[in-house]
């Protein structure tokens, strides 16, 4: 077995072999920690987009819905002498509710 004392050379030729590693090790890692935001970033996109559209779709029943209770409160409460009025089945006076047998 052949013995042989490092010199400065060989020092440096280790130390440039292992920077050169380090450095396509870090530039992989680099380029997949960008991957990884770039992902976020679309992720949080679609998640804003999501939830504009959620938000205008829930206008829209909530628009629906008021329109369609306009509709049945004209259409179906009447007024009744005595501060009442009926919805469907139901006179109501104020706060409170009483059921007829119609």
Do not use: C
């Not at 890692?29 to 998640?47: F, P, R, S, T, W």
């Not at 409160?73 to 006179?91: A, L, V």
Request: a negative charge; proline letters at 2%.
């Amino acid at each position: 077995m052949m013995s042989r004392n490092m010199n400065k050379n060989d020092l440096q030729k280790i130390e440039d072999m292992l920077k050169h590693q380090i450095g396509v090790v870090a530039e992989g890692i680099n380029h997949k920690l960008d991957l990884v935001i770039e992902g976020h970033q679309l992720l949080a996109q679609k998640i804003d987009a999501t939830r504009s559209e959620l938000k205008e779709d829930i206008n829209n029943v909530d628009r629906r819905l008021m329109t369609a209770e306009a509709r049945l409160d004209k259409e179906f409460t009447r007024p009744i002498p005595g501060n009442y009025y009926t919805i469907g089945r139901i006179i109501i006076k104020k706060d409170w509710l009483v059921e007829t047998d119609e």
